[in-house]
């Protein structure tokens, strides 16, 4: 154990006091592995994160409870929703009106707003005091009583408001005793479960990998230098651990780095939203046993893929020594990764439920685990193979194949993170987008703009004029060419159920070509009801009416669903309102279809507007609309902020790699300037060096990553599609990320060319 702490003391003192390359070597490999700590520890706070908005969403849930459905108290609160939309995003809202003295008050109020007060999120009062909220303040004109604490809010980007209403009826509202009423847990389908774990693995393996990438910054200086020690006369286990102490000092560095990087981003974490998630700070706390994970898996990860890579050290030191060119690469093994993953994966495809329990999860991990870590092992290879047979072309393009013919290896361990993460992201936008219809409701848009609206009536009056109140609402706002609206009823006879639609003659026409109507007639879909004309039915829970005797059977040509919700919905009973007089109409549903004038601009925002004013709880969906359940919009949202989170480690990981690449050839790249060489070619030959590994590892993505994401598909059992689009564009991405690192490091570059690099120790 002594020789143990002498040797790894001296590996630390030769990092510490080796001379200023040495300390550069240190600081650089210090700063990529505290990037990479950094988001480890990001990512394990996410079961933190998860836990506390799920606790702030629990404790807001607002479900009526069995007690209180019975009658009004003194304890009880009816509420009702008013979740809208402004300009893609969404926003939460309820609508409240206390019954007694000691109703519940929503976490985060001190008190309830009093009819016409107005609690909003800090979000949300911020956006209504900018410009761009100026339409939003005309759908929520009320004073501002005060706003909604932390721990009323799932996250603080959240646009959030309680309004106080004395209009509330009981029909179209739902009566509380409490916040928090009791919820069951929402467990993830089989699909979505496997999808997390892939999403988990997809966004850590590109991290783990560059973390191993930065304990090889100045691989090559620190390989010569042992290899000196070895022919001095150390012998292997000697320069194992002298290794091992000096890539110590850099990773226990990092470690403290990551975690100060760590807590600068934690502190930031209320300022940053992506796709609609934001976390409190107080969120962003990483659970103990996956710190400790980190804190120890870190510095032991440095020590192994340092001694992983001592090979030529102990082997062929004088080779290293006199820089000769290194052995070729072994394929073998290399392929041994990814064929293993894919061993691993096969027995899961078309294993269903069975891929989410806890084995078929750990199972399903390791597959792809070995399959993108196969990626980072066979792209040095693949660049070493190809830029052998390269050659000839102009000045920058033989410099930079030269260099890689001499050692690509640096270069491609910078480009494996993008390779690894690229796969990765292919994978899964492939996986996601073959399973979206099982997981998507809406409509695609077609044709001109429309928009459908829906209001339910809680029998208070509150919607008197029906559908022409409606309609003629809706055709006075700004950018709508056109409305119709209709009146929905349910008509029970037996045990079946029929839809009965009332509206004028000019609207039933423009849906269903009637022929002759007037006030008074009816009409029955042919083929889509079992009604006759004369026939008796209950109206809403007890009101009886017969349909007219003389009701006319009409033929329906067709859906429309271009062309809005009134025209593409068959309800199989028309009616005009004079085939309903003398009836005691039962609360009803209202429905319009909006024709909108895409060149008004915020023509959406201006009928929602004019809906919110006869009824806030009202929803208007447009058609483009694209509703996801919720378990997978927030997997499809962490997996969108995941890997842009990954994308800027990358880059920046890149960054400092490049730089220190540069630092290491600073002497050759000073020599070709003083030999006349253009500074724009020796600035081209740098790009070439990372251009052709990057087209090389994206090809090997592009690849790995369908391959991976059909095999995922087959798995959860969806038919097997490639989203093209999506491969080209994250494809692009990584290439993006490439291209502008390369120019970052061009100041740096200018630099090296100096006279002063000319120097020599």
């Not at 006199?322 to 294993?351: D, I, M, N, T």
């Not at 199972?363 to 870590?373: M, R, Y």
């Amino acid at each position: 154990m002594r020789a143990w702490a002498r040797e790894l003391a001296i590996g630390a003192r030769l990092a510490r006091s080796g001379g200023r390359g040495s300390l550069t070597r240190v600081a650089l490999t210090a700063v990529g592995v505290a990037l990479g700590v950094a988001l480890l520890l990001v990512a394990a706070s996410v079961p933190r994160m998860i836990d506390g908005r799920d606790a702030r969403d629990a404790a807001r849930a607002d479900a009526a409870s069995k007690e209180a459905r019975q009658r009004a108290g003194d304890r009880t609160l009816l509420v009702a929703d008013a979740n809208w939309e402004f300009r893609d995003r969404d926003l939460r809202g309820r609508l409240l009106r206390a019954e007694g003295a000691q109703a519940p008050i929503p976490p985060g109020l001190d008190r309830l707003p009093r009819p016409g007060e107005l609690f909003v999120s800090p979000a949300l009062a911020t956006l209504l005091r900018s410009k761009e909220g100026a339409l939003l303040r005309e759908r929520l004109p009320h004073p501002i009583a005060g706003t909604i604490g932390d721990e009323g809010l799932a996250g603080p980007a959240e646009l959030a408001f309680y309004l106080g209403s004395d209009a509330l009826a009981d029909a179209g509202a739902r009566r509380i005793d409490r916040f928090g009423a009791d919820v069951e847990p929402e467990g993830l389908d089989p699909v979505l479960q496997a999808l997390a774990v892939v999403v988990l693995t997809a966004l850590l393996v590109p991290v783990a990998v560059f973390i191993a990438a930065a304990v090889r910054f100045g691989g090559e200086a620190r390989d010569r230098r042992l290899a000196a020690l070895r022919l001095l006369g150390a012998d292997m286990r000697m320069t194992r651990r002298i290794a091992a102490g000096e890539a110590l000092v850099a990773a226990l560095l990092g470690l403290l780095l990551g975690g100060l990087l760590f807590l600068l981003v934690r502190g930031l974490a209320r300022d940053v939203t992506l796709w609609d998630l934001s976390v409190f700070p107080a969120d962003v706390t990483p659970s103990v046993p996956l710190a400790a994970a980190v804190a120890l898996g870190v510095p032991a990860a440095a020590v192994l893929v340092t001694l992983v890579a001592l090979r030529g050290v102990t082997v062929e030191p004088l080779g290293l020594v006199r820089r000769a060119a290194p052995r070729r690469r072994r394929l073998w093994w290399r392929l041994a990764l990814p064929a293993a993953g894919a061993l691993l994966l096969l027995p899961l495809v078309g294993a269903g439920d069975a891929a989410s329990g806890s084995g078929g999860e750990a199972q399903l991990a390791a597959g792809v685990v070995l399959v993108l870590v196969g990626i980072a092992a066979l792209l040095p290879w693949l660049v070493e193979a190809v830029v052998r047979r390269l050659g000839g072309g102009g000045v920058a393009w033989q410099l930079a194949t030269r260099r890689l013919q001499l050692d690509s290896g640096a270069s491609a361990r910078v480009v494996s993170g993008i390779a690894v993460a690229v796969a990765g992201a292919i994978a899964l936008q492939t996986t996601f987008s073959g399973v979206e219809g099982d997981y998507v409701t809406g409509r695609e848009a077609s044709g001109d703009a429309v928009a459908d609206v829906w209001l339910a009536d809680d029998g208070g009056g509150r919607l008197g004029g029906g559908a022409e109140r409606l309609a003629a609402a809706l055709r006075e706002s700004a950018g709508v060419r056109g409305a119709l609206a209709v009146e929905q009823l349910e008509a029970s006879h037996g045990t079946a159920s029929e839809i009965v639609r009332v509206a004028d003659c000019a609207t039933l026409q423009a849906v269903v070509p009637v022929g002759r109507c007037a006030d008074g007639d009816a009409f029955l879909l042919d083929g889509m009801t079992s009604l006759r004309p004369g026939a008796r039915v209950r109206l809403g829970d007890a009101v009886a009416w017969t349909v007219p005797r003389d009701a006319r059977v009409v033929d329906f040509p067709g859906t429309e669903p271009a062309q809005g919700a009134v025209r593409s919905i068959p309800d199989p009973v028309l009616a005009t309102p004079g085939a309903l007089a003398g009836v005691a109409v039962p609360p009803r549903t209202l429905l319009a279809s909006v024709t909108l004038d895409e060149t008004t601009p915020d023509a959406i925002e201006h009928v929602r507007n004019a809906v919110a004013r006869l009824d806030p709880t009202a929803d208007v969906f447009t058609m483009g609309d694209r509703s996801y359940r919720r378990q997978y919009a927030t997997l499809r949202r962490a997996l969108f902020a995941g890997a842009v989170a990954v994308l800027a480690l990358i880059g920046a990981s890149m960054l400092v790699g490049g730089l220190e690449q540069l630092r290491e050839r600073r002497r050759p790249l000073a020599v070709l300037a003083a030999f006349g060489t253009p500074q724009s070619a020796i600035a081209r030959s740098i790009l070439w060096q990372t251009a052709i590994p990057v087209a090389l590892g994206l090809a090997l993505s592009v690849l790995a990553g369908a391959g991976l994401g059909a095999a995922l598909l087959r798995m959860v059992g969806a038919p097997v599609s490639l989203d093209l689009g999506s491969i080209a564009g994250l494809t692009a991405a990584g290439a993006a990320v490439v291209l502008l690192v390369t120019a970052a490091s061009l100041p740096a570059l200018r630099r090296t060319m100096r006279p002063e690099g000319l120097r020599t120790e």
